[in-house]
């Protein structure tokens, strides 16, 4: 799965990495160290016409659901079950998103019996898109909130020693091709939906305090001088 992650760039960084105008919603993101289940976070979609950032909920609430409280159990989406789940199936089909991060984390337990953080970073030290859904809900009094999930799929050799699970990374071809409205093709997109490379990702470990969503500084991502025996 993926419970947290970080997107540690600026608000001008992550629309030049994207090659996005400057939107209404500049003001909404600062460099986050510890992005957490129920936050807002940036997300990118296409409207048809170009691609636009924005800010998101974590964990999706589908435009039918009674209330806000599904939001917490689809923090991430199973590739394989897109189009069996209620709350996943349009989504896949129309309203598809990337979530752009820095790193994300895992946990593993460590040789003193407990578990230890680690940040999962790319091997080249940029930025990358996991492959996300949205959706926008309205509550009983017609407020509107847009929400999303993470896509996950099995892991590679990198990260099968931490976890069963890991996000869906996009390369650039990829990722336009996840966002494009006109691609409808459940095959074509379903074959996007795999485990990267495995030399795309790096990991260390960080402090437990990371485990703590009040903890969101650059402590969180600095690699801790005594690490203990993982593998």
Same mark, same amino acid.
């Given at each position: 799965?993926?419970?947290?992650?970080?997107?540690?760039?600026?608000?001008?960084?992550?629309?030049?990495?994207?090659?996005?105008?400057?939107?209404?919603?500049?003001?909404?993101?600062? @460099?986050?160290?510890?992005?957490?289940?129920?936050?807002?976070?940036?997300?990118?979609?296409?409207?048809?016409? #170009?691609?636009?950032?924005?800010?998101?909920?974590?964990?999706?609430?589908?435009?039918?659901?009674?209330?806000? /409280?599904?939001?917490?159990?689809?923090?991430?989406?199973?590739?394989?079950?897109?189009?069996?789940?209620?709350?996943?199936?349009? @989504?896949?089909?129309? #309203?598809?998103?990337?979530?752009?991060?820095?790193?994300?984390?895992?946990? #593993?337990?460590?040789?003193?019996?407990?578990?230890?953080?680690?940040?999962?970073?790319?091997?080249?030290?940029?930025?990358?898109?996991?492959?996300?859904?949205?959706?926008?809900?309205?509550?009983?009094?017609?407020?509107?909130?847009?929400?999303?999930?993470?896509?996950?799929?099995?892991?590679?050799?990198?990260?099968?020693?931490?976890?069963?699970?890991? @996000?869906?990374?996009?390369?650039?071809?990829?990722?336009?091709?996840?966002?494009?409205?006109?691609?409808?093709?459940?095959?074509?997109?379903?074959?996007?939906? /795999?485990?990267?490379?495995?030399?795309?990702?790096?990991?260390?470990?960080?402090?437990?305090?990371?485990?703590?969503? /009040?903890?969101?500084?650059?402590?969180?991502?600095?690699?801790?001088?005594?690490?203990?025996?993982?593998?």
């Amino acid at each position: 799965m993926c419970g947290r992650y970080t997107l540690t760039i600026t608000w001008e960084e992550l629309l030049m990495y994207y090659e996005l105008e400057e939107g209404p919603s500049v003001a909404c993101h600062q @460099p986050r160290y510890n992005i957490a289940p129920g936050q807002t976070a940036p997300a990118i979609i296409h409207d048809g016409e #170009k691609r636009k950032a924005g800010p998101l909920r974590w964990g999706l609430i589908p435009s039918w659901a009674k209330d806000d /409280k599904m939001g917490w159990r689809t923090l991430n989406a199973r590739a394989e079950t897109l189009l069996e789940k209620p709350a996943f199936r349009q @989504p896949f089909q129309r #309203k598809r998103c990337l979530i752009p991060a820095d790193s994300f984390y895992e946990w #593993k337990l460590a040789s003193d019996g407990k578990k230890q953080p680690l940040r999962i970073v790319p091997a080249d030290g940029g930025l990358f898109s996991m492959a996300g859904l949205y959706d926008t809900w309205r509550n009983e009094h017609g407020e509107k909130m847009s929400t999303f999930t993470i896509v996950t799929t099995t892991p590679n050799r990198t990260m099968e020693q931490v976890h069963d699970r890991m @996000p869906v990374i996009l390369g650039p071809e990829e990722a336009s091709t996840w966002l494009d409205r006109s691609v409808v093709e459940v095959d074509k997109l379903q074959r996007l939906l /795999k485990p990267c490379p495995s030399e795309w990702l790096e990991m260390y470990p960080v402090d437990p305090k990371v485990g703590n969503v /009040k903890h969101d500084s650059p402590e969180c991502i600095t690699a801790i001088s005594d690490p203990p025996l993982l593998f």
